[in-house]
């Protein structure tokens, strides 16, 4: 009860929030303006990562004030996009930044027990935090896509792990509240502050729920619920680096891109995001079934996901013309 009541806080703020932050981006000229990179053809406002944070901000410390250090996190991560956002800031100067604030939310406890070496522990973590925080910052390459698979995966962490819900739902609900008014056309964007501070929380959960388990179920408790994030993330480094292209550059070879150019619309795109966070999350949840024999049922999802990568990986979009209009933005990812 209290899982779901913060996540209704964080929503209700969040949607509050919207229209006056939305204002304020106009007023300031924080917007995402078109070019080369980017198919959106007129100017729309960020801000919506400050109105996530305030949602979940709100929730969190009402409810579980003694969590104010990990507020504190996120919103030094949004801080970061933020800047990002109205300046630009240098990849490395970003990596550092998201790295800092990594090894505190490992000084505070969040660090995946992968094995008997803290060193070994802390590292691995840093490591998966920082890259989980930029796969989201990536994914957020079309209208709602983010918002949509960050909300899934943090409802799927819930679900699997009912302790880590009263994490995952404040979250979850500023994501949802934001999604309101970021989905296909959308009216306003979460940017890098948003984008790098829903990774960010998702990471956290992350080891969070996998640290309720041992072994092979702690991993898959840790990877599978945000499958779709990596699927995007290791689809686009393949590609670039199979064409030579430099990673950190921002571009039109995302899965979502691909799906375009196969004809389908934002809409059935979103659609098919959700669909497979919703698969992940089942395969999850059959995976730590092991060794019970219905845990097998996993196989075929997991291939699934495999051929659907791999089919995608053949799509070119370096050379192809993805379709118009089309409802994408990159706001400034790595």
Not at 84 to 97: E, N, S, T
């Amino acid at each position: 009860m209290m899982a779901l009541l913060s996540s209704l806080v964080a929503f209700l703020v969040t949607l509050a929030l919207i229209w006056p932050l939305r204002k304020l981006a106009l007023h300031l000229d924080i917007l995402d303006d078109p070019g080369p990179r980017k198919i959106h053809t007129d100017p729309v406002p960020y801000l919506g990562g400050l109105a996530m944070l305030g949602g979940l901000t709100c929730a969190v410390l009402w409810l579980r004030p003694e969590w104010w250090s990990v507020v504190v996190m996120l919103a030094s991560i949004t801080a970061m996009g933020l800047v990002d956002d109205v300046r630009f800031l240098p990849v490395w100067l970003k990596l550092v930044g998201e790295g800092t604030v990594a090894c505190c939310a490992v000084a505070l406890g969040f660090s995946w027990h992968l094995s008997d070496s803290v060193g070994l522990n802390a590292g691995f973590s840093v490591l998966w935090i920082v890259g989980l925080t930029n796969s989201f910052n990536l994914l957020d390459n079309m209208d709602g896509l983010a918002s949509t698979v960050a909300a899934l995966s943090l409802i799927a962490f819930a679900a699997l792990v009912p302790a880590a819900a009263m994490f995952a739902a404040p979250v979850a609900g500023a994501a949802i509240g934001f999604l309101l008014i970021n989905r296909p056309r959308a009216k306003m964007y979460m940017g890098d502050a948003g984008s790098l501070m829903l990774g960010f929380g998702v990471a956290l959960c992350s080891i969070g729920a996998a640290n309720s388990s041992h072994g092979l179920h702690s991993t898959v408790l840790l990877v599978v619920p945000v499958a779709v994030a990596l699927f995007d993330t290791l689809l686009v480094i393949v590609s670039r680096l199979a064409a030579g292209r430099p990673i950190q550059l921002g571009g039109k070879d995302h899965f979502s891109h691909r799906l375009r150019l196969l004809g389908w619309s934002p809409h059935q795109v979103l659609a098919a995001a959700a669909v497979g966070s919703i698969a992940a999350w089942g395969l999850a949840s059959l995976a730590i079934r092991f060794p019970s024999p219905d845990a097998w049922l996993a196989v075929p999802i997991g291939l699934a996901f495999v051929i659907t990568w791999a089919r995608l990986l053949r799509v070119d979009p370096y050379t192809a013309t993805v379709p118009q209009p089309l409802e994408v933005h990159h706001a400034g990812a790595i």
